[in-house]
Structures are given as C-alpha cells and as structure tokens.
C-alpha cells in the first residue's frame, strides 16, 4: 500500500478538521480568513513559530507525525545496531551518526506535535509505511558482520530513505502546518542528498 493513497483518502476530511484547529480565541469574522492557506501564510510569515501557526494543522500533518515518527525511530534503531559493530568503513559509521543527529531532534518535534493536536502517536493499524524494515530484516542486519554489515545496511537505509521522502512529498503537498511542511521539505531535501551519498558507498565497495 502506497502512502500517496492513504492521504488521498483523508485529503476530504482537511478542511473540517482545519477549521476546528482554529485557535478558541479567534473571533467568528475570522472564519473566512481562516479558509484561505495562501491569505494565513502570509499574515504568519514573521511568527511561523507563533501558537496559532503551530495549532493549525489537518488530517494530512496528522497521518504525517504519526507516520514518520515510527519511521525515523526505526533509523535510530538500524543506526545504533551498525555503529555497535566493529570493522565497519569510517564513512559508513559517519552516515549513522549524521542520521541519528537529524532525526533525533525530529523524532522530539513529532511527538510534540501530537501531543499537541491531541492525536495518538500510532497511527491506525491499517495504514503501512514506504520503507519500514521486517523484524526479519533488523535480525539479518544484526547478524551481518564487517563489510556485509555497511553493505546491507546501506542497502536497507537506501530503501527506508525512499519511503520517508515518499511521505514527506505527501506532506508538502497535502498538509497545512506551516512547520510540518517544513519539516518535510527538510526531509525530502536531506535524505535525497543522503539517498545519493549511499548509492555511491555502495558502488565504490
């Protein structure tokens, strides 16, 4: 299952819920303002840290916290297993620790949003991830040794890469927290160029 599908089928649901993410203070004549993302986006361009900035948000960034959060905790773990081992090439171990360092923080910032939204942090149970490995693949990283080891996981990291910037795409084009998108233009942005970097360890062992 694709995540591009599962936010095609929440998209419907973005303005009510957009709506009842409006800040209690709001008056009633800001109803209409509230409907228009470009008019708000542009009234907020010097606070996108502010409250209400932070509060508004739909299905889409919902699905996307929830989605990513799992996801990136996932790196952390596939990270951890590689820098444990020895005999590991010095860029390999570098990669892992430039992984761990940008994902941790982000990992922080998710939880925080749904806290915040008063959402679940698991997402529903029929809704898979691009990317995610099997506890059969995590078991086969741990078993790897030396070389076999980097190169599986960056094999595997190359493919959980893809399935994060699948979701992060989804993001940027269906979500409405201005700090989420960005979030997700950062993912997109890091993980492509990580993506790259990988690809090329990968041909030259």
């Known amino acids: 299952m694709r995540t591009r ?13 957009g709506v009842a993410a409006c800040s209690p203070n709001e008056e009633p004549s800001d109803a209409t303002h509230d ?3 470009m008019s708000t986006s542009h009234d907020m361009s010097n ?7 932070s509060a508004e948000h739909n299905e889409a960034d919902v699905m996307f916290a929830q989605m990513m959060l799992p996801h990136h905790e996932q790196a952390l773990v596939m990270s951890d297993i590689i820098l444990a081992k020895p ?10 620790k430039q992984i761990k360092d940008a994902q941790g923080p982000e990992i922080a910032q ?19 991830m691009d990317g995610m490995l099997s506890e059969e693949d ?11 080891a980097a190169k599986l996981y960056l094999s595997q990291m190359i493919e959980h ?7 992060a795409k989804d993001e940027i084009a269906d979500g409405k927290n ?27 062992m």
């Open 110 to 128: 998710l939880q925080s949003w749904l806290k915040e939204w008063g959402a679940p942090a698991q997402a529903p149970m029929d809704h898979e």
């Open 161 to 167: 890469h893809e399935g994060a910037v699948d979701m």
């Open 47 to 53: 606070m996108p840290t502010s409250a209400a900035a």
């Open 178 to 204: 201005p700090d989420a998108i960005e979030m997700a233009r950062s993912i997109v942005d890091s993980q492509q160029k990580e993506i790259d970097e990988m690809k090329a360890m990968l041909n030259g």
């Open 35 to 37: 409907m228009s993302n």
């Open 5 to 17: 599908l599962i936010v095609t089928a929440i998209a419907g649901a973005a303005v009510v819920v």
């Open 138 to 148: 995590l078991t086969k990283l741990r078993a790897a040794q030396g070389t076999d």
């Open 87 to 96: 005999g590991i090439p010095a860029q390999v171990t570098a990669l892992a």
